[in-house]
């Protein structure tokens, strides 16, 4: 039997975190001010409301197909994740409705706040969940199923999947309560991007140039970032080139674009979004940056 390393255990501990920061948003502010949610969640949501099955219990019960379904083609790590969290979310939300904190929120007076806190603290929890290689069960198994099999991205089935329930919702909720509930998703997947992929962003740039090797001893001088040379075929002479790719902060895109423009005026540079940058220089070795103090 494989032990469990440190790691594996700082896995499992954020799932829980994100499952239960999911589970409070559900209870303290979702079902107190009426609003809705996507896939297993929001068909528990509708099970409540109709004949008050607890929230907790009809989770649980709804994912165990689920995941004998998902069983044939999730690897051994996933379905564990995903059984952990399933079973974690399933006990957070029988366990906030028992402690008085829930009842110690009251949005209903005001819908715009109450999606709001819905959508931060969804997102929050979910984007917890996902970045530590977690699910929380329900639709997550039925997209990766489609995906394998059907070659259906799993984003276009998630969607599906949610305005499916959301249409159902309907039944028990009128349309102002539903565009609220559209609003609490909105900022749901925003957050949930953000902690999923990490706040801090950087840049990438490619730089063609024949000039590359005195460009590469500028970045190095000025900036002090380290750079990679890959080799290329131009399309029209099919001569070979070396393209430069660095990744820098934000900060630092002015800097480096006057750079270029010195050594070589006609270079092509191709800006790019990187979500999230690890490594020497951005996660440990930072550069200190001094106010009063610019190099």
């Not at 750079?259 to 979004?273: G, K």
């Amino acid at each position: 039997m494989q032990k469990i390393n440190k790691h594996t255990l700082i896995e499992i501990c954020m799932i829980a975190l994100g499952c239960a920061i999911y589970g409070i948003s559900l209870d303290m502010i979702s079902v107190p001010n009426k609003l809705a949610d996507g896939g297993i969640s929001g068909i528990s949501l509708i099970l409540r409301h109709f004949w008050g099955i607890n929230m907790g219990l009809s989770t649980l019960m709804l994912n165990i197909p689920l995941i004998l379904i998902g069983y044939r083609f999730m690897g051994k790590r996933a379905l564990a994740y995903t059984i952990w969290g399933t079973l974690c979310l399933s006990f957070f939300l029988w366990f906030w409705r028992s402690v008085p904190i829930i009842k110690q929120l009251d949005l209903e007076h005001d819908l715009f706040l109450s999606a709001i806190s819905a959508g931060l603290l969804s997102g929050l929890g979910l984007g917890l969940v996902f970045r530590y290689n977690g699910t929380s069960g329900g639709t997550d198994i039925i997209a990766r199923v489609c995906q394998i099999k059907l070659g259906i991205s799993s984003g276009k089935v998630l969607l599906f999947c949610d305005a499916v329930v959301l249409f159902a919702s309907l039944s028990y909720l009128d349309i102002k309560h539903m565009l609220y509930t559209l609003l609490a998703s909105f900022v749901l997947s925003r957050v949930m991007d953000t902690v999923q992929q990490g706040a801090y962003t950087a840049r990438g740039l490619l730089i063609i140039s024949d000039k590359y090797k005195q460009i590469g001893q500028m970045i190095d001088l000025k900036l002090e970032r380290g750079f990679t040379y890959l080799n290329a075929l131009g399309g029209y002479k099919q001569d070979k080139k070396r393209v430069i790719y660095v990744v820098v902060s934000p900060r630092e895109i002015a800097t480096i674009k006057q750079l270029i423009r010195q050594e070589d005026p006609n270079a092509f540079v191709s800006i790019i979004e990187v979500h999230e940058a690890l490594g020497e220089g951005f996660t440990y070795n930072q550069k200190k940056h001094h106010f009063f103090i610019r190099k």
